[in-house]
């Protein structure tokens, strides 16, 4: 069996894109982690300060979105230059979960700072 190179080139480049797409995700992550830090001031609510942890668990997630990214991207080069596939399972659903874990901390956030 003949592999096309164009084809190859085509796979490798859309890897390539698809680790763009989960870089410039978690470097959004990180800005945004840091304009929370800035805008939102200070906690206003005794106790735990709310506003570095929510700042902070978003910047950690920004790394942690990229290095799944960097993960991925090499096990599907790989993959590519060995002619295996198989599509991914694991680090979406960590990636998911982890979305679905900050989303409830970010809206428990809102109404305790709206309460305060």
């Given at each position: 069996m003949t592999v096309d190179p164009d084809s190859r080139a085509r796979t490798h480049l859309a890897n390539e894109r698809t680790f763009l797409a989960w870089f410039r995700t978690g470097i959004t992550l990180v800005a945004l982690g840091l304009a929370a830090a800035q805008f939102?001031?200070?906690?206003?609510?005794?106790?735990?300060?709310?506003?570095?942890?929510?700042?902070?668990?978003?910047?950690?997630?920004?790394?942690?979105?990229?290095?799944?990214?960097l993960t991925r991207y090499r096990e599907g080069r790989r993959r590519i230059d060995a002619e295996e596939f198989r599509p991914a399972w694991s680090s979406i659903n960590v990636v998911a979960g982890g979305a679905f874990a900050i989303t409830a901390i970010a809206i428990g956030f809102v109404w305790l700072v709206r309460l305060a």
């Amino acid at each position: 069996m003949t592999v096309d190179p164009d084809s190859r080139a085509r796979t490798h480049l859309a890897n390539e894109r698809t680790f763009l797409a989960w870089f410039r995700t978690g470097i959004t992550l990180v800005a945004l982690g840091l304009a929370a830090a800035q805008f939102l001031g200070s906690d206003t609510l005794d106790g735990p300060p709310l506003v570095h942890i929510l700042a902070t668990l978003v910047i950690v997630t920004g790394g942690f979105v990229v290095a799944v990214g960097l993960t991925r991207y090499r096990e599907g080069r790989r993959r590519i230059d060995a002619e295996e596939f198989r599509p991914a399972w694991s680090s979406i659903n960590v990636v998911a979960g982890g979305a679905f874990a900050i989303t409830a901390i970010a809206i428990g956030f809102v109404w305790l700072v709206r309460l305060a």
